[in-house]
């Protein structure tokens, strides 16, 4: 991964608009590792689809999930346009991507569900499924993060992400958030990839795009 990309990608996400980039690296971060074996968790938690409906998780048994806070208003919006192209490509091998809007990060999804599925619509094209607005962080944090983070906790940023990553922990550190510290998501466009039997979970830092994933996609697929 090139240092030019991230020094990019901190001049974008402090912007209140999106802006169409494709980046493309020759390079791919370190492979996360599998973190935990459980018989049952992830498919107990039921979350809200972006309509306000109950959706159990239990539903996507046998399916590879792709679990992302996502948000309209930032530097790494442009990654909805990987997520999708990921999903065309892999939804009828099995996998499904879930968006969970989040305005934790410098209030970059201030809008409301329906403002949210309408950009995501017009903007990216995005089919895979949208959920109901959450804290990913925090006292009010949704249970869903609250486990993928106790499964898979925070082992440092990708190798060559080191000013980007410098400016995410100032970003939190002057806002006095704490989401610089221990297993917290860090930004916006955070990735959680799990195995079919819900039983391995490998968690990606925002910096990692969607592209750059498609050979552990593929691994679990294949399991």
């Not at 074996?37 to 999930?65: C, F, H, M, R, W």
Request: proline residues 5%.
């Amino acid at each position: 991964m090139k240092k030019t990309f991230f020094l990019a990608v901190v001049a974008l996400m402090m912007a209140t608009g999106c802006n169409n980039q494709n980046n493309k690296t020759a390079q791919v971060a370190a492979e996360p590792e599998p973190v935990f074996e459980q018989t049952s968790g992830i498919y107990d938690i039921t979350v809200k689809d972006i309509d306000g409906s109950d959706v159990s998780l239990a539903n996507y048994k046998g399916k590879v999930l792709l679990i992302v806070n996502v948000a309209s208003k930032c530097g790494l919006t442009p990654q909805y346009q990987g997520l999708e192209a990921l999903y065309q490509k892999y939804k009828d091998q099995g996998l499904e991507i879930l968006g969970f809007p989040c305005n934790q990060f410098l209030g970059q999804e201030p809008g409301t569900n329906e403002e949210i599925q309408s950009f995501c619509s017009l903007n990216y094209n995005v089919t895979f499924p949208l959920f109901d607005k959450i804290d990913v962080n925090g006292e009010a944090e949704s249970p869903l993060y609250t486990y993928l983070k106790e499964q898979a906790p925070f082992k440092g940023y990708p190798e060559g992400a080191e000013e980007f990553a410098a400016r995410l922990d100032q970003i939190h550190q002057q806002t006095g958030t704490g989401f610089d510290q221990g297993d917290a998501i860090r930004w916006n466009f955070g990735k959680f990839l799990v195995s079919k039997d819900g039983k391995t979970i490998l968690r990606f830092e925002p910096m990692v795009t969607p592209d750059m994933m498609e050979e552990a996609i593929q691994e679990l697929l294949d399991k």
